[in-house]
């Protein structure tokens, strides 16, 4: 199988949300599967572009609506998110299930499978774990683990990117 990790910025501009949509409808018809989690802006739009092929994870059962079964988070993405987080131990359950969410998006279920590359809107344009900014937002777990993981980051607020992203659409 063939995942990307489809998520972002909750203020995406409305023609980026637009993209993602039509982005996702075509990675699936190429046998791509998204890995996303349900929050409204990006994750939303990838969502609508898919029928079949996704795996959506939650940080809670039910959460934004999503009828996902795919709401249990490992002790082992606590583990890994923690160590993103200066301010871990002092955050409350829900906010570190919000983080925590974020590793199944990237790694998989079992976390054993990788995403193959990961496709995002975020404010600062962020592409590495390096160059994250407070306009990076939620988003920049996600990022945080792909880059570590080293798998490719495509930001769409980046010219540059939307065109790499254009040529895995053709390929």
């Not at 609506?65 to 606590?78: L, P, V």
Request: proline residues 2%; positive net charge; glycine residues 8%.
């Amino acid at each position: 199988m063939k995942f990307y990790t489809g998520v972002g910025s909750r203020n995406a501009p409305k023609e980026i949300l637009l993209l993602m949509t039509e982005i996702a409808t075509i990675l699936e018809k190429k046998g791509w599967t998204l890995r996303s989690g349900a929050a409204d802006g990006p994750d939303l739009a990838f969502e609508n572009g898919v029928q079949k092929r996704k795996e959506i994870f939650l940080p809670w059962r039910g959460y934004n609506n999503s009828t996902s079964t795919n709401y249990i988070i490992s002790d082992k993405a606590y583990d890994l998110v923690s160590s993103f987080e200066d301010n871990w131990k002092y955050l409350k359950e829900g906010h570190k299930k919000i983080l925590a969410y974020n590793v199944h998006q990237v790694l998989g279920k079992k976390l054993k499978i990788k995403s193959n590359f990961l496709i995002c809107w975020t404010a600062d344009g962020c592409e590495s774990y390096e160059t994250i900014s407070s306009d990076t937002g939620g988003t920049r777990i996600a990022i945080s683990i792909a880059s570590k993981e080293g798998i490719p980051i495509f930001n769409l607020a980046n010219k540059d990117s939307l065109e790499r992203v254009k040529s895995l659409l053709v390929a």
